[in-house]
């Protein structure tokens, strides 16, 4: 593999502390959500790898869409991450995506999302591992 970006960040007190990219350009205070027992008054990993996974996958959509000239007149997604318990003790995120492709239809949104999942580093990252539910406008996908 050849990387094409590298980014790096610096994290203090785990859970209940703070992000900071090196560039200087991300800094966040974290928190454990309250239930799990925390303040909830900051981000948590889960929002932070939903921000990311959405992000990523919105692109790689709209990368596929633009590859085969197709014009979405607008997206969007919504990313859910949810935290589990193993019954070994272990933990482990799951997440499901919803996106939202308006000008084209429903047959073409869908090819366009698995086409998506089949280069969105994201999703090649976690196949596999966790669990990734993808809808469009509800709708399962993947």
Known sequence: MKAV????????????????????????????????????KA???????????????????????????????ESKVEAEVALYTLDDGRFNVGITLNLFLEGIEAAQAKDLIEKAHVVCPYSNATRGNIGISILHKGEKIV
């Open 43 to 73: 981000t948590n990993p889960e929002q932070l790898f939903a921000a990311g996974y959405a992000a990523c996958f919105e692109n790689a959509v709209l990368h596929v869409a633009a590859g085969e000239k197709v014009k979405i007149a």
């Open 5 to 40: 970006y590298s980014s790096k960040v610096f994290t203090t007190g785990g859970r209940n502390g703070k992000v900071e990219s090196e560039d200087g350009l991300l800094k966040v205070d974290l928190s454990l959500p309250k239930s799990l027992g925390g303040s909830g």
